[in-house]
């Protein structure tokens, strides 16, 4: 007896600030990418759809998107981060107690 089927991943990419399309409110979104994978013996071997699609987080509406337009909106968000994950400072060194400026440590010998 073989054993096959399907499963499905879910991947948060960004959350971006978007006029939705449904409640037209100017919202936070969340673009997420979900791969659908095929399985045998419940071992995910090869991916054979995926999809992008934008969720507003004010009414819950969600609309499918293409390809391009995901990894648009995505290189947009890293441009707006200026590569920085978080959006904050440029590190764990600006403003952190215990670091010293320049990213040095102190040398209290």
């Known amino acids: 007896m073989i054993i ?8 948060q990419l960004a959350i971006l600030t978007l006029v939705c399309g449904w409640c037209g409110n100017p919202a936070a979104h969340t673009l997420r990418k979900r791969v659908t994978k095929f399985t045998l013996f419940f071992v995910p071997l090869f991916p054979f759809s995926t999809k992008f699609a934008t969720q ?3 009414c819950g509406g969600e609309q499918q998107v293409p390809k391009e337009q995901a990894e648009q909106l995505l290189a947009q968000h890293a441009a707006a981060q200026n590569g920085n994950p978080f959006g904050q400072g440029q590190g764990p060194a600006q403003g952190q107690p215990g670091y010293a400026p320049g990213g040095q440590g102190q040398n209290l010998s």
Do not use: V
């Open 4 to 11: 096959f089927g399907t499963r499905g991943y879910l991947y």
């Open 56 to 58: 507003c987080t004010f």
